[in-house]
């Protein structure tokens, strides 16, 4: 519009304000017309969801992978659309720090790594990615793993058997071969350890997308025995091995597996702990659920370490390690328990001050008895 004076001035102002109001949102088309393009052209499946886990968009990869329609998937929370029950519990805990593998929704032969990263305002973004092939060969690895465990168990034993024999002989013969034979029956006690570890770790691994039997576990009587086998080990240590433990609380689990599970960590911290030094054991309800821990006075971990402590064979101080006679796969066996009980492992140490071991059970594995009283040994 014309204008004089004043008028004219604000007139221009106006319209110079409208020109680059329209120039920004040609650039803002053109930006979201990139996202869109590129997310789009990702091999990866990809879906951006709202504040309510509802899907605002889907890419190709999407469609094909998670078997999600936009005309009429759009709009829907996801949970409704992928029912797995372990992406059933991701998005409900809401913890993104890790992926969580799965099969295909579309096709059961492939297997999705999901990961949802947060971003903007309260905005995630779904990121799915085929891991079949990785998964194919995870399980070649594996099976070789367990065949060649199986295949070294029986000559192994038979080894170790002889020199167990041999060891016994008291004639003149043997006599100076003693200090020898000791040495090999130790190694190969040690080797037998090393198989039987692999052969426990192939198995939980072979059935880590099943989750533990629902049966309950007394974790009380499971502690005090574990507790004993821990005093007689620590006896020429001097250690003071305590429990701390609510007798009203068991578990849904499986009991071979919860006992090598919480015996690894407990023999480990008597193991690394020095003469005169102390062992806790705590199994107690908390706020989400349950936690069994263990707490020790022993040299400690490097925190540079504790990442890379749940790998298979890895040590910390190899040398050490070997001469306490540890196979370097127990805590391995730990994590993948723990992972088949829904269940998670914490640690923390300081150098020469020790180190704390939690493992953190959900409230729906937790049975409470009643009229028991909490224990303190």
Excluded at 23 to 42: D, P, V
Excluded at 84 to 98: A, E
Excluded at 211 to 238: C, F, H, Y
Aim: with cysteine; hydrophobic share 35%; charged share 25%.
């Amino acid at each position: 519009p014309q204008g004089s004076g004043i008028w004219a001035e604000i007139f221009d102002r106006i319209y110079h304000l409208q020109k680059q109001n329209r120039s920004r949102k040609k650039k803002l088309a053109k930006y979201i017309t990139r996202f869109r393009e590129s997310t789009a052209a990702m091999p990866d499946a990809t879906v951006v969801l709202n504040r309510y886990d509802q899907i605002e968009w889907i890419n190709k990869a999407a469609q094909e992978a998670l078997g999600l329609q936009p005309a009429k998937d759009v709009g829907q929370h996801l949970s409704n659309l992928i029912r797995h029950p372990g992406f059933i519990r991701y998005i409900t805990r809401k913890d993104y720090s890790s992926p969580v593998e799965l099969p295909s929704p579309s096709n059961e032969l492939q297997t999705l790594s999901i990961r949802i990263i947060p971003y903007g305002q309260d905005q995630r973004l779904l990121i799915a990615r085929d891991v079949t092939r990785l998964k194919q060969l995870e399980q070649m690895r594996r099976d070789f793993i367990s065949n060649i465990s199986h295949e070294l168990r029986t000559p192994l034993t038979v080894i170790h058997g002889y020199l167990e024999s041999m060891q016994d002989e008291t004639g003149d013969s043997l006599k100076d071969w003693q200090e020898n034979i000791d040495m090999m029956r130790r190694q190969s006690s040690r080797m037998q350890h090393i198989v039987d570890d692999l052969l426990m770790l192939s198995r939980l691994e072979n059935e880590e997308t099943k989750q533990a039997s629902r049966e309950e576990v007394a974790i009380p009587n499971l502690l005090q025995m574990i507790k004993d086998e821990a005093t007689a080990l620590g006896t020429e240590k001097q250690q003071n091995i305590t429990l701390e433990c609510d007798d009203e609380l068991s578990i849904f689990g499986v009991q071979n597996e919860l006992y090598s599970c919480f015996s690894n960590l407990v023999f480990n911290a008597v193991r690394y702990t020095p003469v005169g030094g102390s062992v806790t054991m705590r199994w107690q309800q908390d706020q989400d659920g349950a936690y069994f821990e263990v707490q020790d006075t022993g040299i400690g971990i490097p925190p540079q370490h504790i990442p890379r402590l749940t790998e298979r064979f890895f040590r910390v101080d190899v040398g050490r390690s070997r001469d306490i006679g540890g196979t370097g796969l127990g805590l391995a066996i730990v994590k993948h328990i723990l992972e088949r009980h829904n269940a998670s492992l914490s640690i923390t140490s300081l150098i020469n001050h020790g180190s704390t071991f939690r493992c953190s059970f959900p409230a729906e594995n937790i049975i409470r008895q009643q009229h028991k009283a909490v224990t303190k040994a």
